[in-house]
């Protein structure tokens, strides 16, 4: 990584851009051909950008799966499930969560720390409309997470909706949308198959410029900031956003750390 923005959600964005140009022109293994199946069309190429493994914690039993990303921004990451569903109950108990973005294709790798909240219901309404009338039904059908009675027929709940278009379903008050906001990004970088550098984004209330003037032993951390902020590691620099100044709030409230890989 040879140039480290002061803002993590411009860097996620760097690196995300630059996973969906590698994508957009190479060729993924889809999953139908196995792991050394190409095609020339894959639609893994146009969804794997936005794969994530979301991480909830529940009565201290931590449970991973995949889900998609649909929005990111500086407000947060979005997604959308069951509020029923496993992971709906577990941001209900404990709001902590982290999603990992492992983009091999690009020898990335992307850890994010936040607190979850639920979206409007006039957001999950919204983005509820814009989902094939395929995905609709199946929310309406599907009762995420829980077991299936031997009596229940898929079948018979899917003609239920046999003589529906998408203007006329509507969004279960059960399913809708989470927001992830961010208090720790750590951005791992292995590039030219050298030393991996972590990189941590710590959120913090204030963010204080540091100007490095002389050592302090009783102060690493604000040293290791200022080396990293100086560019004074090795084939490491610094760089200002290309939409942030340095009188930026959201880039002056992080406060950069260098990790041993």
Not at 224 to 232: C, L, W
Request: hydrophobic share 30%; glycine share 4%; charged share 30%.
């Amino acid at each position: 990584m040879k140039k480290l923005l002061n803002n993590p959600f411009n860097q996620f964005k760097l690196f995300h851009e630059e996973l969906i140009k590698l994508v957009s022109t190479t060729n993924m293994p889809t999953e139908r051909n196995g792991i050394n199946g190409i095609t020339t069309e894959s639609q893994l190429n146009k969804t794997f950008p936005y794969h994530m493994v979301l991480s909830t914690c529940s009565n201290n039993i931590p449970t991973s799966r995949v889900v998609m990303l649909r929005d990111f921004n500086e407000k947060g990451l979005k997604f959308y499930t069951s509020h029923q569903s496993r992971k709906g109950k577990d941001i209900k108990e404990n709001s902590i969560c982290s999603v990992n973005f492992n983009w091999f294709p690009i020898k990335k790798q992307i850890i994010i720390r936040g607190n979850v909240e639920r979206l409007s219901e006039e957001v999950s309404d919204l983005f509820f409309k814009t989902r094939p009338i395929s995905a609709q039904i199946s929310v309406l059908v599907s009762k995420q997470s829980e077991v299936i009675e031997d009596d229940y027929d898929f079948e018979k709940e899917l003609k239920k909706y046999d003589n529906h278009n998408k203007d006329n379903l509507k969004r279960p008050n059960s399913w809708g949308g989470y927001n992830i906001i961010p208090n720790m990004f750590e951005f791992w970088s292995d590039e030219n198959d050298k030393l991996t550098y972590g990189l941590g984004f710590i959120k913090r209330v204030r963010y204080t410029k540091i100007k490095r003037e002389r050592d302090n032993e009783n102060d690493n951390s604000i040293n290791r900031s200022a080396r990293v902020n100086k560019g004074v590691i090795k084939g490491l620099s610094t760089s200002k956003d290309s939409n942030n100044s340095d009188n930026n709030t959201n880039s002056n409230e992080w406060k950069i750390e260098l990790l041993h890989p």
